[in-house]
């Protein structure tokens, strides 16, 4: 607070007591800090370390601190379809969620009125209900005998007669779970937006098209961004709807992780999978935000 | 995300409990959980030390302490579904004092393996004086020391009730370490009336059956690699207790071929049932006490060249402190009438002897319930599936989840 002040206008007494105010200040970051320092830093660390583990030479099956660097190779090359699926999938959901979740953000900051509170309850109310229920429920929603395969089958629209156990069921688990993830920050973003704006540029002629590509987009784009990160981001890591929408041909990165973890007790490789998925992500995510110029507003 | 699942798993079992035999709680949701915590905590930090060979006994509390911790898998216990409370388990609490906290947290072998693993490696108690797992678990532990030995001269019934297929198991002759929970096979289950449909009959006999380019798209198979594989393996004409290389191999190719030409829709551990249920599955290689719980619309049937048999076992592991408690505890669930009372809830096969006399009483309509009570002759149409080494352990498994997309 204290630079903000003209310099001459410091008084010591005065000095003193910002002084005062950043040390509360410090010191309250101290819980959240200390949070990410325990959940964060030292688990990421511990994961670094056991990717880079080796196999006992004496004890098979056992791993040892080590400098194996092969682990991140030898993983990738295995697993890289799994690789890209879990990036595909995760980017096919996110583009649909963005397709639903824009017009109705749109309608629920603009044109709700006194049923936008309920709107948003209804947004977010699905995630009361288990991210592990929701999803049995898209098994059933998906049903082979269900009204919706019926319908898409009698217009022979699915090459396999059937959604569920396809990468379109994977696809539409991932993007129904993490929509309110799309729709909230959307929200957000559309609602702080001066209506008045949008007003200026009808009065200057400008087409709905291009009142919305001109005015309401740019100022939306943050939104835009958060949402399109939250989105993407845990669903590339997704393992749930993969393992119960899927077939054994639309494993994600997620169940490969899980699998070297369980079954394999693999940890070293899983941690590599698992280091090498949050390295790509954050590549991505850096020069995505980069790209959309939105480095001050996520 | 992941301890977030975790808790939503656990909270999802405990909800659907009721309803859900044991292997079909959702064993895959609670893993990845484990798994990062797993990583958190460093549990792979000290894999390099060497485990104990022998199993370390603690100073046993039991005079002291009238208590006893019990973990074990959800829907394995007689259970009445109005109150939630356990006749069997109480009855036990009022009879001896001792105080039984029952827990129902092992969902998957390998998941709570991966949970305790630390501790039992470092030589530590993992808090628990009984544990039930799998046989090949199970095995895996009796062979790390993980796990103590039983002291027979206080649980006579233990001694002499457990039936004689399951007496001398290679893991454990003479039942030193372990002794039976419950016993299950793996088999068929189909949809009578959409097989017919199908297939135009209604029973099923043959792998052949399963594999009939009819039925493709509308076939699961087990995500556990001894069930399917031992199927598949019998099938060919191997032995699936004692097999080579070459012959895992041959039926890893056989399942990869049903993958590829879209037979095998899906390959699942838990959810098989509501697939069968919905009709989008016809025809599954499932597990006897789920396909008996789905009713008489499904068809139950062992594969004409032999299913699978396993067992849950129960151990006391290292540095348990209650052990007499925990060997109290066992005799009395290999009482004959105790035994039935739980067989006729949970509906797999009962490992004790006499327990089918008891049934008379309990519930007469199981009595000749040859899933619960096999037969020797059904007996013999079953393989217990090869102990395998760690290594060899992994290695098939890697082959087996390699096929199946993992």
């Known amino acids: 607070m204290a630079h903000v002040l003209p310099a001459v206008a410091v008084t010591p007494a005065i000095a003193e007591a910002s002084k005062r105010k950043s040390r509360v200040a410090y010191f309250l970051l101290i819980p959240g800090l200390a949070w990410l320092a325990i959940f964060f830093v030292v688990p990421l660390v511990t994961l670094f370390m056991t990717s880079l583990q080796t196999e006992s030479v004496t004890s098979p099956g056992k791993y040892v601190p080590g400098l194996q660097l092969s682990n991140y190779t030898d993983a990738l090359a295995e697993y890289w379809p799994q690789f890209l699926r879990s990036f595909l999938y995760a980017g096919l959901a996110t583009g649909f969620a963005l397709l639903i979740a824009y017009p109705l953000a749109y309608f629920i900051a603009f044109k709700a009125g006194n049923w936008r509170s309920l709107m948003l309850v209804l947004v977010v109310a699905p995630s009361f209900a288990s991210f592990l229920l929701r999803t049995y429920a898209w098994k059933t929603i998906l049903a082979d005998d269900g009204p919706v395969t019926s319908t898409l089958n009698s217009l022979h629209l699915l090459p396999d007669g059937r959604i569920l156990n396809t990468g379109i069921a994977v696809v539409a688990g991932l993007t129904y779970n993490f929509l309110p993830f ?62 119960l929408l899927g077939s054994t041909k639309d494993k994600m990165i997620g169940n490969v992780i899980q699998t070297n973890f369980i079954e394999f007790r693999d940890y070293p490789t899983a941690s590599a999978l698992s280091f090498a998925l949050m390295t790509v992500i954050l590549v991505m995510v850096l020069s995505y935000i980069r790209r959309s110029g939105t480095e001050d507003l996520v | 995300m992941s301890e977030n699942r975790d808790s939503v798993a656990r909270e999802t079992v405990a909800f659907m409990r009721s309803s859900l035999s044991r292997r079909r709680i959702l064993q895959a949701a609670g893993i990845g959980g484990v798994a990062a915590v797993a990583a958190a905590c460093g549990a792979s930090g000290d894999t390099g030390s060497a485990t104990a060979s022998t199993a370390a006994a603690a100073p046993d509390l039991s005079d002291s302490e009238k208590t006893l911790q019990w973990s074990n898998w959800p829907g394995y216990m007689d259970t009445n579904d109005k109150t939630g409370t356990r006749p069997s388990l109480d009855a036990f609490i009022k009879q001896s004092g001792v105080n039984v906290t029952y827990t129902e947290d092992i969902n998957d072998n390998n998941e709570f393996y991966a949970k305790v693993r630390t501790q039992l ?22 062979e790390s020391g993980f796990v103590q030995q039983l002291d027979k001269s206080v649980m006579p019934n233990a001694s002499s009730n457990v039936i004689d297929k399951l007496q001398n198991v290679a893991f454990d002759p003479g039942r030193q370490y372990s002794l039976p929970w419950q016993s299950g096979f793996g088999l068929f289950g189909w949809n009578k009336s959409k097989l017919k449909e199908l297939i135009g009959t209604d029973t099923m006999t043959s792998v052949d059956q399963l594999f009939n380019p009819k039925l493709k798209g509308r076939v699961t198979v087990l995500s556990e690699m001894r069930d399917t594989m031992g199927i598949i393996m019998a099938w060919q004409g191997n032995d699936p207790s004692n097999f080579t290389e070459a012959q895992f191999m041959q039926a890893i190719d056989a399942l ?118 096999p037969t020797s002759q059904t007996l013999e149409r079953t393989y217990v599936f090869m102990t395998l080494t760690a290594e060899q352990d992994v290695k098939y498994q890697r082959e087996f989840q390699k096929a199946i997309g993992n």
Not at chain 2, 266 to 282: H, R
């Open chain 1, 182 to 243: 799309m729709v909230l920050p959307l929200y957000a973003s559309l609602d702080k937006i001066d209506y008045r704006l949008i007003e200026a540029g009808n009065d200057l002629y400008g087409s709905p098209q291009q009142v919305f590509r001109k005015v309401t987009w740019p100022l939306s784009l943050p939104g835009v961004v958060a949402g399109t990160l939250l989105t993407f981001i845990p669903a590339a890591g997704d393992f749930i709807n993969a393992e």
């Open chain 2, 121 to 142: 490696e470092q030589g530590q108690p993992i808090d628990r004086d009984i544990v039930v797992l799998t046989d090949w678990m199970a095995a895996l532990w009796i």
């Open chain 2, 256 to 373: 990869r071929t049903q993958i590829d030409n879209g037979q095998i829709r899906s390959v699942e551990g838990n959810s098989y049932m509501s697939d069968m249920e919905s009709g989008n599955v016809v025809a599954v290689i499932g597990w006897s006490g789920d396909v008996i719980q789905l009713g008489k619309n499904f068809g139950i049937a062992l594969p004409e060249t032999g299913g699978t048999l396993w067992t849950d076992n129960m151990m006391i592991p290292a540095l348990a402190a209650h052990k007499k408690n925990a060997e109290l505890i066992m005799n009395y669930y290999y009482d004959p009438e105790v035994a039935a009372q739980v067989s006729a809830y949970v509906q797999y096969i009962s490992p004790v002897k006499g327990a089918q006399e008891a049934m008379k009483k309990v519930d007469p309509s199981l009595v000749d319930n040859e899933w619960i009570f």
